[in-house]
């Protein structure tokens, strides 16, 4: 299955974590600034849905994304604005009666994220239509890989016993940020793509040299908060 399997683990890697959870751990903090576990895991649902969306929605124009140049066209937040606006996952997540009851809504829209992924990805050359971008499949796929892959690792935080993310699913992660920043960054960076470590390495390879952004804290100039800030942006939960 490939890239529809790894996508599999991925989500799958997630349900187990916050199965595991207790009501009082859905408030516990991320390192996404203003989300704590609960909305956090809303927004992952809403990404998941827009997947069955667009796999539901096959495009006939010709790609003009791929899995790296996707992230590229997103406007940056101005120093007005310097946090994300997160009221509406908040909200949402505030509505369920109680966590269970989203975590069974993830299980059950991101399990079928992974079939239709399965189903898209057996066709040859099958396009999508997402955020005004076209792009095949398995790019489209590798991008849902890579943003459940990084928020696995803000949900975390905190939780040592928790799973960590896929080893397939780190890779195709490395793949990207290598795409988007160059091979030469690693020696910066230091990111072992075999342990779920990266994050915390990357923010202490910062602090070591406050002078130098390492790969992590940039995104074509950018502190990887403003890359955080895209992957979940509003815009991606329409």
């Not at 576990?37 to 827009?50: E, F």
């Not at 940056?76 to 109680?98: L, W």
């Not at 489209?140 to 896929?166: K, M, N, R, W």
């Amino acid at each position: 299955m490939g890239l529809a399997a790894t996508l599999g683990r991925t989500y799958g890697r997630l349900t187990e974590t916050v199965q595991g959870l207790t009501d009082a751990d859905f408030e516990r903090e991320t390192r996404c600034a203003g989300m704590p576990v609960g909305p956090l895991l809303v927004h992952l649902l809403y990404d998941a849905q827009r997947a069955l969306i667009a796999f539901a929605s096959p495009a006939t124009a010709d790609p003009d994304r791929d899995f790296v140049t996707y992230w590229q066209d997103f406007p940056p937040r101005s120093e007005s604005d310097a946090e994300p606006d997160t009221k509406f996952v908040r909200g949402v997540a505030a509505a369920y009666r109680k966590p269970g009851l989203l975590v069974q809504h993830w299980r059950e829209v991101s399990e079928a994220a992974v079939r239709a992924a399965a189903v898209g990805l057996a066709v040859k050359g099958h396009r999508i239509e997402t955020q005004g971008h076209v792009l095949l499949a398995k790019d489209f796929v590798a991008t849902l890989v890579l943003e459940s892959t990084v928020h696995h690792l803000d949900l975390i935080v905190g939780l040592p016993d928790a799973p960590e993310p896929d080893p397939e699913a780190l890779q195709v992660t490395a793949r990207t940020l290598d795409g988007l920043f160059g091979p030469a960054a690693w020696d910066v960076i230091g990111w072992d793509t075999s342990r779920a470590t990266a994050r915390q390495r990357c923010a202490s390879c910062c602090a070591r040299a406050p002078g130098k952004r390492c790969v992590g804290h940039q995104r074509c100039g950018r502190t990887l908060n403003e890359f955080d800030a895209m992957i979940r942006s509003e815009r991606r939960l329409r």
